[in-house]
């Protein structure tokens, strides 16, 4: 098996259009795959959630900001998501945040005294990345689980549910010199579980440290185990 994430910059002329995006997508699936991917070659489920047909590998795709993402996993029965996200501060956050998170995970935002953007857009990848693995949407955010636990020492990252297969996800803050900042979290799923590789296929690239690693089993008594 093999898992991927693909990551690429587009420059200030090009990251303008859904279609910019799209065709880099493609084109990064491309090179993981060895083969020319166009429109065609993709298929849509129900919910339009893209995927290859009669293929063993699954893949997701995420933009924000200048910076376009690809989650590539190659394997039986293996699923993948992505979401990234560039932090800014933004109105309408805390009401995003008093909407659609739990109350852990609100504690969690202001446990430093102040509503902590960083923390915010923690959370939101989180749970966008577990909606698309499942093939859901942002408009389906409250059906995505709590991702911090009070466990009686403070709050802190994991993932609250019980899952049917071994899920895992990393989380990751990338930023460059010129003050460039994105959250970035890929997940797999599956039996088999193993370290995604990080590439890049622009010119330009960002500093990226993983800052935590989620996973869930399927066995209640062993779903959290966080790493921060």
């Not at 083969?35 to 959630?49: F, L, M, T």
């Not at 699954?58 to 910076?67: C, E, K, P, T």
């Not at 293996?78 to 995970?105: H, M, N, W, Y």
């Amino acid at each position: 098996m093999s898992f991927y994430i693909g990551l690429s910059i587009l420059s200030n002329k090009e990251a303008h259009g859904k279609s910019f995006f799209s065709a880099e997508a493609r084109r990064i699936l491309s090179l993981f795959d060895g083969r020319p991917i166009d429109e065609n070659s993709i298929a849509r489920e129900e919910q339009g959630r893209p995927f290859f047909p009669d293929s063993e590998i699954d893949f997701n795709i995420a933009h924000s900001g200048a910076l376009s993402a690809v989650s590539f996993v190659r394997g039986r029965k293996l699923r993948t998501g992505c979401d990234v996200e560039r932090i800014r501060k933004r109105p309408g956050t805390a009401d995003i945040a008093e909407k659609f998170f739990s109350a852990s995970e609100r504690n969690y935002l202001f446990s430093r005294g102040s509503f902590d953007e960083t923390r915010f857009y923690e959370i939101w990848t989180l749970k966008e990345c577990f909606l698309k693995l499942r093939g859901l949407s942002v408009f389906d955010m409250a059906a995505a689980p709590s991702f911090i636990i009070d466990d009686g020492c403070g709050e802190r990252l994991a993932f609250c549910a019980t899952v049917p297969l071994a899920l895992s996800f990393r989380l990751y803050e990338l930023s460059g010199c010129a003050g460039e900042h994105y959250m970035l979290a890929a997940a797999i799923e599956g039996a088999q579980q193993t370290q995604p590789a990080i590439q890049w296929f622009s010119q330009s690239s960002l500093a990226c440290k993983m800052t935590a690693e989620i996973k869930a089993a399927p066995k209640p008594a062993e779903t959290v185990s966080p790493k921060r």
